[in-house]
């Protein structure tokens, strides 16, 4: 049966196949875009058709025009004049051939032979001295051929820069196109040259100037593509790094070209007139943007052009107006030159952006000679140095923003062989190896920069700005600013160089900029002088005035400080980040500060630090912060190695304004966390004080702020779990007397950070019986104690004493032939670590050296003396080696040389006291001209260790054994060889023995403290026992009072000293015996003073258990 809904009617008439009303508009709008397609395709097409029938009839014009014009001069006769030359040769050829080369992009050889035809005649007609005959006659007759004309002398310039960069000089077969352009630049330089001009004389040379100028003005355009072509024409050209090479002089072809070339190039340059104070006048598309967009972004500019050529290009005339345009017009000269065109580049450009080439070819061109322009040993003469020092400043800015940009430090992990995340250019994939070599001869344009004699003549012309105030900090864009050359614009020229040599050559980085600023005498004197007089605006306080000056009220100083901070725009605080970055240059210099200027250079570091963190400065003076920071740690580094700073000129900026410990304590935990994480953003405020300068704080309440971090620790682990009430979760371990080392060793090294936990230490006696004693804390603190005398003796050979008179501990390097011997020194900092954290203290001191490593502190040569001073002086006797102990034996020489460095209260760098030294050596033995071979030693890079009756060579370097030590090398080896006594030889055993450290004791705790503090913390110092305070602090039980006579007694025993001292004796019955788990002194009743005092001797001297209880 059907359905009857099927054949339902609409009474209101509406179909069935009706659809709704979206639906509806949705069809209208898809048959709308469908009709305006369809139209746009239709006006497209026929927009196509017109452009092709164009293009078509114009080449077959084109054509018929070149076949007329071919048959044209095969008859000079027919065109003599200058007007029938315009007419009938130059007007129907500009045409064809633009429209079928210029326009094509490419020459084809009928076209090249109808050009050299045609520039032959042209310049046939130029040198014609009758005036009908010479073309250029038409530039000063009437008003309508002059601008017909002029026309035509544009479309030949633009033509002839299209031709030359089609040039290839370079490519196999290209001789056609060598002698084309070779004769079109021959041409150029006639038409824009009055001199070359026949037809001018008396009556007309107003008018013919005027058309060179405009010619000229033409060619220095954008219009004309001249620049353009050049950079194409000289990109193709080799580079050649020999100055012998470059000098020699050139006369094929491709010299010339290049001759013409840069001739027309510098031309438009004789027509410029420039005044900083009235920019205004200055074209926008002048030949000195060109210059600058094209020419002075093509790599290696200089080396590709012949040395003959390079005048030209270093004259005033040529750079000075880049330099004024480039102050001028930074932004938008900068904008276009990351805008321009690198097909032609390589992979050049994907390096190093054109802004870096501009900079290298900048300072290459003005501070290098014609044949070697990397020791040219002086600026050229007549340019504004003052705009030569900004320029730089300004493009090393930009370029120092690209590299941030582009991930630079990624790049050159890769181009290092290590693989992240980053994924360099397809270039550089490609040929990392090249890129890298691309890197290193790029730096290489920047060595005149490195070079003395550079620094030396901007500080001589800088003498002629003296009358400007050097502490006033003026905007960039400020003409003042511009026209000046100051001390600190030449800071700030080779704070950017510095940043420059470590971006472009990681494995140096910028230690030959660095050594070369430090060997300069008087700059860093000066520059401190300024940055001192800036900060005390030149009130010369002495440093005790300035560290006073903080007694004042705390608001007025909070006023005064913000006061400065808002003075201070980004680039007065750029320039001072990077003067005091060139303070902690690390290379040895020759006395540059006195030594009350690094006492007042650490007073002022230290207050700018505490203050710039006590009042939060903002992110514009990050930079200021980090690099005050940074040269800060080093000066205080250097003071503890050897003091000449007073220890309150540290302490006095948190004199009085230090927050209390507890406070510290947590805020110091908090900061370190956020260190920690990967995502954490810190800045610079009054909570990172205790992270960045905790030496503003005694050193007492950093033993308190570090025994609160210890509480706070155990608190965290009680919350976590790990201490759920007493005795729970305690270690219990048994220990026999006569192996203590071992069994300590095979019982707790697995536990890690587990030995936090208690201990229960068991004593079995060396008769193999368990001692009787029960631990209530003190038989810990005796394991503690006994196993690091065990242990650190030299006699176990982990550990060896130094040979100065404090005997102070260091890693043996025979241990690494122990068994388990690196196990072993883990396994002692572990023990050293459980100490700290229970707050027992252990009577051993450790090597300033070893405490260095321990801290993450690098050791240098002058620390060697603290580690073996025999070896120390034998490097220095290499250092200064002259043959005088045939004269002068070594004790007498070490004895002479003590007697100078006596006078030397601060730590002055090895080079200055050992140049002194080996003067007066040399003058005592053979006069101050004798100079002794070093190589007379017989040395090599390599040193000699003897363990267990073997001897072990190591090389100081690779292949050492094979390098003789010599004069030139000399001081490699003496740097090596203090480099592995102090660095590299005692790094696996301090890097395993901190690594037991820090199970228990955090990193962060460590770094309250130097290498002298922490050596105090761990052994409570060299003091002598405190009787009297001893007696203050005792409480009397079990019938004794203070004024008992056994009490009385045992008083004026203990004030005998060497009572305390006594080791080594053997056990006897009734003797005194200790609880040291309650620190209880247990003293029978003595009624004699000679009896208590043997008793108390014997039991001392015992050095028993519980035998003797």
């Not at 369809?38 to 078509?56: E, G």
């Not at 130059?90 to 045409?95: A, E, H, N, S």
């Not at 017909?148 to 290839?168: A, K, N, P, R, V």
């Amino acid at each position: 049966m059907e359905d009857p809904r099927k054949h339902q009617v609409s009474l209101r008439g509406a179909s069935a196949r009706e659809i709704s009303r979206d639906a509806l508009l949705e069809k209208v709008f898809q048959e709308r875009e469908h009709r305006n397609y369809a139209r746009k395709a239709a006006s497209a097409s026929i927009y196509i058709q017109k452009v092709w029938r164009s293009y078509n009839e114009t080449r077959k014009v084109a054509i018929k025009f070149q076949d007329e014009w071919e048959c044209l001069v095969k008859n000079p006769a027919e065109f003599m004049t200058g007007e029938l030359i315009s007419s009938r040769v130059l007007r129907p050829f500009i045409f064809f051939i633009k429209c079928l080369s210029i326009r094509r992009q490419k020459i084809l050889p009928r076209e090249l032979k109808c050009t050299q035809t045609c520039f032959g005649i042209l310049l046939e007609s130029i040198n014609s001295t009758d005036s009908k005959k010479n073309i250029c006659s038409l530039i000063v007759a009437t008003t309508e051929l002059r601008r017909t004309s002029m026309y035509q002398m544009q479309m030949l310039i633009s033509l002839c820069s299209f031709i030359l960069s089609e040039c290839d000089t370079s490519s196999a077969g290209s001789q056609d196109i060598v002698v084309l352009t070779s004769l079109a630049l021959r041409l150029l330089v006639v038409l824009t040259d009055l001199k070359n001009w026949k037809i001018a004389n008396d009556e007309n040379i107003k008018e013919a100037d005027a058309a060179v100028k405009n010619l000229v003005t033409f060619m220095g355009s954008c219009r004309s593509g001249l620049y353009a072509s050049l950079r194409r024409y000289i990109s193709r050209l080799d580079v050649c790094f020999s100055p012998k090479l470059k000098s020699i002089v050139q006369t094929d072809d491709k010299f010339l070209i290049s001759a013409s070339a840069i001739t027309i190039a510098i031309r438009p340059f004789s027509l410029t007139t420039f005044n900083m104070a009235d920019c205004s006048k200055f074209e926008v598309h002048s030949a000195a943007d060109q210059f600058c967009l094209y020419l002075l972004t093509i790599p290696w500019l200089t080396q590709r052009l012949p040395a003959v050529l390079l005048p030209a290009l270093k004259h005033k005339s040529t750079l000075s107006p880049c330099f004024q345009l480039l102050l001028i017009s930074k932004d938008k000269i900068v904008r276009k030159m990351s805008d321009i065109d690198q097909s032609c580049m390589d992979c050049s450009l994907n390096v190093v952006p054109p802004v870096g080439w501009a900079l290298a070819n900048i300072i290459a061109l003005t501070a290098g000679s014609e044949n070697d322009f990397l020791h040219s040993g002086a600026l050229n003469q007549g340019l504004e140095y003052a705009s030569y020092v900004h320029v730089v400043t300004i493009l090393a800015d930009n370029l120092l923003a690209w590299l941030h940009n582009a991930g630079w430090e990624k790049v050159n992990q890769n181009l290092e062989g290590n693989y992240g995340a980053y994924e360099p250019p397809v270039s550089m994939q490609e040929n990392n190896t090249a890129s890298a070599s691309l890197k290193t001869s790029f730096i290489d344009l920047f060595r005149p920069v490195s070079q003395q004699w550079h620094l030396k003549m901007l500080l001589e012309i800088s003498k002629a700005y003296a009358h400007t105030d050097e502490t006033k900090i003026l905007s960039p864009n400020n003409l003042e600013s511009m026209e000046n050359l100051r001390l600190l614009d030449i800071a700030y020229f080779y704070s950017y160089m510095l940043r420059i040599f470590a971006a472009f050559n990681p494995m140096i980085g910028p230690f030959p900029v660095l050594n070369m600023l430090s060997f300069t005498p008087g700059f860093l004197g000066n520059l401190w002088g300024v940055l001192e007089s800036s900060i005390f605006q030149g009130n010369r306080h002495t440093f005790e005035d300035a560290n006073h000056s903080r007694s004042k009220g705390s608001g007025k100083k909070k006023k005064g400080i913000d006061k400065k901070l808002k003075q201070a725009s980004s680039d007065g605080v750029g320039k001072w980040a990077n003067v005091l970055q060139k303070l902690t240059g690390k290379s040895q210099v020759e006395d540059p500060f006195t030594l009350e200027q690094q006492r007042r250079i650490a007073s002022v570091l230290n207050t700018l630090v505490y203050n710039g963190l006590s009042y939060s400065v903002g992110q514009q003076n990050a930079s200021l912060m980090d690099s005050a920071i940074r040269c800060l740690h080093l000066i205080y580094e250097r003071d503890c190695r050897h003091q000449f700073c007073p220890p309150a000129l540290w302490l006095s900026p948190a004199r009085r304004s230090r927050p209390p410990i507890a406070v510290a304590a947590r805020t110091h935990e908090v900061l370190s966390a956020n260190i920690r994480s990967e995502d954490a953003v810190i800045g610079h405020n009054m909570g990172s004080v205790i992270t960045s300068m905790p030496h503003v704080f005694p050193f007492q309440e950093r033993v308190q702020m570090f025994r609160e971090f210890i509480s706070m620790d155990k608190v965290s682990r009680k919350m976590a779990g790990e201490i759920s009430g007493p005795g729970s979760r305690s270690i219990e371990i048994v220990i026999r007397r006569g192996h203590i080392v071992e069994d300590g060793f095979r019982q707790l090294n697995s536990l890690g950070s587990r030995l936090k936990s208690s201990i229960h230490v068991s004593f079995v006696s060396e008769c193999g019986l368990p001692e009787a004693g029960l631990d209530y804390g003190g038989l810990s603190k005796e394991f503690l104690t006994d196993i690091s005398k065990a242990a650190f003796a030299p006699e176990y050979g982990l550990f060896s004493q130094t040979s100065t008179s404090d005997r102070l501990l260091i890693p043996n390097a025979a241990a690494r032939f122990l068994e388990n011997g690196i196990q072993m020194i883990e396994f002692l900092g572990r023990v050293v670590g459980k100490a700290l954290y229970e707050g027992i203290l252990l009577d051993y001191s450790f090597s300033h050296v070893f405490v260095q490593k321990l801290l993450g502190r690098y050791s240098f040569l002058d620390e060697l003396s603290t580690l073996d001073p025999e070896l120390y002086r034998n490097v220095m006797y290499v250092k200064l080696y002259r043959r005088c102990s045939l004269c002068m034996p070594l004790d007498v020489y070490v004895e002479f040389k003590g007697l100078i460095e006596m006078h030397f209260l601060v730590d002055k760098t090895a080079l200055h006291i050992d140049l002194i030294v080996g003067q007066e050596l040399a003058r005592c033995c053979y006069g101050k001209h004798y100079n002794g071979d070093v190589e007379e030693l017989c040395l090599d890079f390599t040193v000699t260790e003897e363990s267990f009756g073997k001897r072990h060579v190591i090389e100081l370097k690779p292949g050492g054994k094979n390098v003789c030590v010599t004069n030139v090398n000399k001081m490699q080896y003496v740097h090596a060889m203090a480099d592995y006594k102090l660095n590299r030889q005692i790094l696996p055993f301090s890097n395993a023995f901190y690594r037991g450290l820090t199970d228990l004791i955090s990193p962060s705790w460590l770094k309250l403290f130097n290498a002298s503090e922490f050596n105090q913390l761990l052994s409570g110092g060299d003091h002598d026992i405190d009787v009297d305070d001893l007696r203050n602090n005792t409480r009397y039980t079990g019938g004794y009072s203070e004024g008992s006579r056994t009490v009385k007694l045992f008083w004026e025993v203990a004030s005998d000293a060497p009572l305390w001292a006594a080791i080594g004796g053997s056990d006897v019955e009734r003797l005194p015996s200790a609880s040291t788990c309650y620190n209880t002194l247990k003293l029978p009743t003595y009624k004699r003073l000679s009896t208590l005092k043997a008793k108390l001797r014997y039991a001392i001297n015992s050095n028993a258990g519980f035998e003797l209880s």
